[in-house]
């Protein structure tokens, strides 16, 4: 199960985390309002409300794994890090295309990251802008 979770979580996020290659710049104004998301996103599951992120991805994320799934992978792989010590954004890339995801308007986000349990992490955080404008979580991979 835990293998499983793994690699559903991996299939996530994978493309987005490889798109965010060395020509990302810092953040660009357009991409401010997708990254103010992320933080928020972030924030929520810092504090442990796992099923929140869930609700709070895209219409895409949320097809491609059950609130279930999510809680579950998060609680085997993000809980045990602990508390956030900070964290950082490093780099920041515009898409309009991922791999094996619908074309839209993507921003792919990493952040320096560091945990009570693991003082050097990577936060690959993809984000997506639904038909309504607003910004929501379409992937999440920690290294």
């Given at each position: 199960m835990k293998r499983l979770l793994a690699a559903l979580l991996c299939a996530l996020v994978l493309l987005p985390a490889l798109a965010c290659a060395e020509d990302a710049a810092p953040v660009t104004a357009d991409q401010q309002p997708a990254v103010d998301a992320a933080k928020t996103w972030l924030a929520?599951?810092?504090?442990?409300?796992?099923?929140?992120?869930?609700d709070g991805g895209s219409a895409y994320f949320r097809g491609a794994v059950s609130q279930k799934d999510w809680e579950t992978a998060l609680t085997a792989f993000r809980?045990?890090?602990?508390?956030?010590?900070?964290?950082?954004?490093?780099?920041a890339k515009s898409l309009t295309s991922?791999?094996?995801?619908?074309?839209?308007?993507?921003?792919?986000?990493?952040?320096?990251t560091s945990f009570a349990n693991k003082k050097e992490a990577f936060e690959t955080v993809c984000f997506?802008?639904?038909?309504?404008?607003?910004?929501r979580?379409?992937?999440y991979f920690i290294r």
């Open positions: 929520g599951i810092d504090a442990g409300a796992y099923g929140k992120s869930w809980k045990p890090l602990g508390a956030l010590g900070s964290r950082r954004i490093t780099k991922l791999a094996g995801a619908p074309d839209g308007t993507y921003v792919v986000m990493e952040f320096a997506s802008r639904e038909a309504d404008g607003s910004w979580a379409a992937g």
